[in-house]
């Protein structure tokens, strides 16, 4: 892990920087998994500094390399800012949870701590309440979630009205859309916030203030998937013709299986364990039935390179 003592050292000159304004944006990543690398890889290239945070050593440099492996392709095909090994190594820092919560006493000069762990309300309960608890009120903090609603969480954290959802669609250097959706404390300052560095970094900030399970994109993917997956459960068709159908009659380059690949099955399975539990096993037993076998198998979707269909594991584009 690269050495957190330099940060920690300047909080002070970083911070008079900050409100001089002449200092890059400096956030950080809690979850170093298939989201957390690509918001991660987003913010780099467009010249933010990034602390990418995890307890798994080998998922920090897990997505270090794909950021490095994928700095050529991405900016020759114009989804990156053009930028050098060199230019990552300076603004990217990998640290562990434990750092990261030690020295945000001193890390004032950060401008938002985003979580992106897995789709466990216990999971991100815990660690944003811890996280709340460390860093002063004047950072951002906020959640990733693809379905909870903010107040599941704003309740359990110190200062609310600087936290929100700030939640981002996969493959991000694609869809360039993120949810900015408000619990009911969270000031219009955090929300304007969030949407200036949603525009810094390449994306469209979607803002919300009527809460809502799965925003916008995901309320509406919901009912598109689930058909799908019912269609598959009943022997009505399979993955392929199901996708093929969707694509050739809308014209969209992905069809609902392959969308869920590229969400991650293992995501998927974690928010369909959740829709269970609101909404009856009557409904969404079978149809985790369909992905628990893959998931098991650690044939996750595009990040593993099999899912329900396979995928050139050399290419990310």
């Avoid at 392709?73 to 090994?85: L, R």
């Avoid at 974690?270 to 539990?277: E, K, L």
């Avoid at 628990?292 to 198998?297: C, F, K």
Wanted: net charge negative; aromatic share 8%; glycine share 6%.
């Amino acid at each position: 892990m690269n050495s957190f003592a330099n940060s920690s050292e300047n909080s002070a000159e970083n911070s008079a920087e900050n409100s001089a304004g002449k200092r890059p944006e400096t956030v950080a990543i809690v979850g170093a998994g298939w989201t957390g690398r690509q918001i991660a890889g987003q913010m780099l290239t467009h010249g933010l500094n990034v602390l990418l945070c995890d307890p798994n050593n080998s998922a920090l440099k897990a997505s270090k390399d794909w950021i490095l492996a994928n700095l050529e392709p991405f900016g020759e095909a114009g989804y990156w800012p053009k930028c050098s090994v060199a230019q990552i190594d300076a603004r990217l820092q990998l640290v562990d949870l434990p750092t990261l919560l030690e020295q945000a006493p001193r890390l004032g000069y950060l401008d938002l701590v985003l979580e992106s762990v897995p789709e466990q309300a216990a999971l991100k309960r815990r660690l944003l309440k811890q996280l709340s608890e460390a860093f002063p009120p004047n950072t951002i903090l906020a959640s990733n979630s693809s379905y909870f609603i903010p107040s599941t969480f704003s309740k359990h954290i110190q200062h609310p009205a600087r936290y929100a959802h700030f939640h981002f669609h996969v493959p991000i250097w694609k869809a360039t859309v993120v949810d900015v959706a408000a619990a009911p404390e969270t000031h219009r300052d955090t929300l304007e916030r969030l949407s200036e560095l949603a525009r810094k970094i390449g994306q469209t900030p979607i803002v919300q203030t009527v809460e809502n399970s799965g925003y916008l994109f995901n309320a509406m993917l919901k009912s598109v998937l689930l058909s799908a997956l019912q269609l598959l459960d009943r022997g009505v068709s399979d993955p392929q013709s199901i996708d093929l159908a969707w694509t050739k009659a809308t014209g969209m380059p992905v069809g609902p299986f392959g969308i869920m690949d590229q969400i991650g099955l293992d995501l998927m399975l974690q928010t369909m364990s959740n829709a269970r539990f609101v909404e009856g096993d009557h409904v969404w037993g079978p149809l985790i039935a369909r992905i628990e076998p893959l998931v098991a198998a650690g044939h996750l979707g595009v990040k593993t390179g099999q899912g329900f269909f396979e995928y050139p594991t050399t290419k990310t584009l």
